[in-house]
């Protein structure tokens, strides 16, 4: 069974303990962990790995030793209540065991947990799971994280109170940070709020985001999205000093210019509350406009996929290309 969208958020907080098995994949490796942990922690409790309750059960060690799997997954604790085994990093090659473990799945066995990185429509072992009748299949997106799962999240650290601006601001802060980033902010906001009893408000939350959301990449894409040219390559030069690879510096500016599609299609209008880039931002969409910022998503995609390939190109080099290349398009 696959689930999508607000489903595979409250599944994901509150797993089915009766169900054999659990796929979570995506690109996002630090988005998987994060979901993955939340599934763990609604399945066997916080004290569930203290009471040895939760296998973990890495791809590689499967490969050498595939028996590890059934054997965890039928075992007997010492301690009562559900047990979990957690398969990380899988890959297609693991499905045909992972198939016939969760056939020989009982009541009572720990439930298997698997998780995996990008898998493609044609992937074995997302359609294992999509078929089985008592498994679930959920697939994490670059999307940024939802309301309710904004909400969870509050909740979770116990940030029960939010002031509505204070709300929108972390919305917005949401679609700029990495998944990681985003839950640590909130961590540090519930720190930041311990014993005090009124909402959030804008002021806390002004004073716990990051001072700079990637400040060293960002200076390089704002002078590409604003066309300034000169400005580019030593810029670049600056950051590839300070260690900042290509890729990074790609997938900075593919965000950046995602944000400034959707501000240029009308999906994401200006908001109140907490964004200090919103602004400048807005500026941005409106002088490149829709079809434009679509070939410059289209030359970044194609950017991406070539410093992920063979190719013996000096990366830096193939990226400081695009960016000036991106300055002509605007």
């Known amino acids: 069974m696959i689930l999508r969208g ?83 990093e899988a890959a297609d090659g693991l499905s045909d065991l992972i198939g016939r473990v969760l056939k020989e799945w009982r009541p009572g066995d720990a439930q298997v947990v698997v998780t995996a990185g990008g898998l493609t429509g044609r992937s074995s072992l997302k359609k294992l799971f999509e078929a089985h009748p008592n498994a679930v299949c959920i697939g994490l997106y670059d999307d940024p994280p939802t309301r309710e799962e904004i909400d969870t999240m509050l909740r979770q650290a116990g940030l029960g109170q939010v002031e509505p601006a204070a709300m929108a601001g972390l919305t917005a802060l949401s679609r700029d940070l990495d998944p990681g980033d985003f839950r640590q902010t909130v961590d540090k906001l519930a720190l930041y709020k311990l ?30 999205a604003e066309g300034r040219r000169t400005e580019v390559a030593p810029l670049v030069r600056r950051l590839e000093a300070q260690g900042v690879n290509a890729v990074a510096l790609c997938i900075g500016a593919m965000r950046h210019f995602r944000s400034l599609h959707r501000m240029a299609a009308g999906a994401e209008a200006a908001r109140g509350g907490f964004n200090p880039r919103q602004e400048r931002m807005q500026r941005q969409a409106r002088q490149w406009g829709v079809n434009r910022l679509e070939d410059a998503l289209a030359l970044l995609v194609e950017t991406d996929l070539s410093l992920r390939s063979a190719s013996r190109a000096p990366a830096m080099a193939v990226m400081e290309r695009t960016l000036i290349r991106l300055c002509t398009v605007r």
Not at 14 to 31: C, H, N, V
Not at 63 to 74: F, H
Not at 77 to 87: E, K, Q, W
Not at 214 to 223: I, Q, R, S, Y
């Open 195 to 224: 014993g005090d009893a009124t909402p959030l408000s804008v002021a806390d939350l002004a004073a716990m985001a990051p001072a700079s959301i990637e400040a060293e990449v960002d200076e390089v894409v704002h002078a590409v």
């Open 6 to 88: 607000a489903e595979a958020v409250r599944y994901l907080a509150k797993p089915d303990p009766s169900r054999a098995g659990l796929l979570i994949f995506g690109q996002d490796a630090m988005r998987v962990a994060l979901k993955r942990q939340e599934a763990v922690l609604g399945l066997i409790g916080p004290e569930g790995a203290a009471e040895m309750r939760l296998s973990r059960l890495p791809a590689s060690d499967l490969r050498r030793d595939p028996a590890a799997l059934m054997d965890a997954m039928t075992a007997k604790g010492f301690f009562d209540g559900p047990r979990a085994v957690l398969v990380e």
